[in-house]
């Protein structure tokens, strides 16, 4: 683990729902590297594959990594000002567990909402039957793509 100046949130770069989320992000001044994560090395981050792949993930300077609505969070609050109120109220309880729902229904239509391409689409958990559609190959196709760009 490396000791980082700034925190960092990881996204998927061949999502255009998520790129544009991180482009809002960046416009409100957030304290934070932002870094898609098929341009960064996960292991130095103490991420996996599977888990930037499922949902956006917050590695604070200390190494403590955080998901999905907690990582929203946790970029909010670096941001000051209204987010920041906003950034600690999304990890209230009670609406914690509604924003980790809404957090998850975001993610797994991702694919159905405006701007998508195939590499929005999740594949299913193993042995889940997906509720929301048809899958399509496209997130295997985005992972192949991004390791053909990282090299061996």
């Known amino acids: 683990m490396s000791s980082r100046q700034r925190p960092v949130l990881v996204y998927d770069g061949d999502c255009a729902f998520c790129t544009t989320c991180v482009r809002v992000l960046e416009r409100i001044g957030s304290d934070a590297?932002?870094?898609?994560?098929?341009?960064?090395?996960?292991t130095e981050l103490g991420v996996t594959e599977e888990q930037a792949t499922d949902a956006v993930q917050w590695v604070q300077t200390d190494g403590a990594v955080h998901s999905g609505h907690e990582a929203i969070a946790a970029v909010l609050n670096t941001a000051g000002g209204i987010w920041k109120?906003?950034?600690r109220m999304i990890l209230l309880p009670g609406i914690s567990w509604m924003a980790a729902n809404v957090y998850r229904l975001v993610a797994d239509n991702r694919s159905r909402l405006p701007g998508s391409t195939p590499a929005c689409a999740r594949s299913p958990v193993r042995g889940q039957r997906p509720w929301y559609g048809p899958q399509t190959d496209g997130l295997r196709n985005a992972r192949a793509?991004?390791?053909?760009r990282r090299g061996p």
């Open 85 to 87: 109120i906003i950034g």
């Open 145 to 148: 793509s991004a390791r053909a």
């Open 33 to 42: 590297e932002i870094v898609a994560w098929q341009f960064t090395d996960l």
